[in-house]
């Protein structure tokens, strides 16, 4: 079945400790992409990969890291996790070309 | 830049009602546009598209037409269903995809 796997779905963390939510396809897609979505603020896009090695900065990067090492999978990483960053993350990935995106099922994090 | 607008919500409507979410785009180039529904617990699914003017995206009832003359692109449904409550977010791809801000839609038996 093609789909778009993020883990976990849910996660409480403290300030400070290092975390990394996991992406992975199974579509052989090229374009990867994390956002976040808050209420009032839709969804906004934080980083985005257009194949494996390229990444580049959404709309709201600051705090957060990503990777594409492998054309499959792409983490989100936060160094040292604030409360603002406390959200619901979602993964996606395209062939690219304007295609549409699929979506995970979402990460709630929350940050204590 | 490019930007999506929607109507906020929630848009509230009795079962078999008609539906209508507006959505309106800014856009240098020719995009692509899409409606998007995320429903409770899940990440978003696409529910229809359009790749050039004068297209209708039609999908399970729902159907939306790109209006290049209005820059619009509202989603329109004859009949709702209580299985129709979600959010429906309207973007736009041109090279970046841009979404609107959702709009909640609540059926109520």
């Known amino acids: 079945e093609a789909q778009v796997t993020q883990n976990p779905r849910y996660l409480i963390t403290v300030t400070g400790k290092k975390l990394t939510v996991t992406c992975s396809q199974n579509?052989?897609?090229?374009?990867m992409s994390w956002y976040r979505q808050d209420p009032g603020l839709g969804l906004r896009q934080i980083y985005y990969?257009?194949?494996?090695?390229?990444?580049d900065k959404g709309d709201v990067p600051e705090g957060y890291k990503v990777s594409r090492k492998e054309k499959r999978n792409f983490p989100l990483i936060l160094e040292s996790p604030s409360p603002n960053q406390t959200s619901l993350y979602f993964c996606?990935?395209?062939?690219?070309?304007?295609?549409?995106?699929?979506f995970g099922n979402g990460t709630r994090l929350t940050v204590t | 830049g490019n930007s999506v607008t929607q109507m906020e919500g929630p848009v509230t409507l009795s079962e078999e009602a008609f539906l209508t979410i507006n959505c309106t785009y800014t856009?240098?180039?020719?995009?692509?546009l899409f409606w998007y529904v995320q429903y409770p617990g899940e990440g978003l699914q696409l529910l229809l598209k359009?790749?050039?003017?004068?297209d209708k995206g039609s999908n399970k009832g729902f159907e939306a037409t790109y209006r290049k003359e209005t820059t619009s692109f509202h989603l329109e449904k004859g009949s709702v269903q209580v299985s129709d409550s979600a959010v429906y977010f309207c973007?736009?791809?041109?090279?970046?995809?841009?979404f609107g801000g959702g709009t909640r839609l609540m059926v109520k038996p």
């Open positions: 996606a990935s395209s062939r690219g070309d304007n295609s549409p995106l699929h």
């Open positions: 579509m052989n897609h090229e374009y």
């Open positions: 990969s257009m194949n494996v090695e390229v990444t």
């Open positions: 856009a240098t180039g020719y995009p692509s």
């Open positions: 359009a790749t050039k003017a004068d």
């Open positions: 973007a736009l791809s041109d090279a970046v995809l841009t």
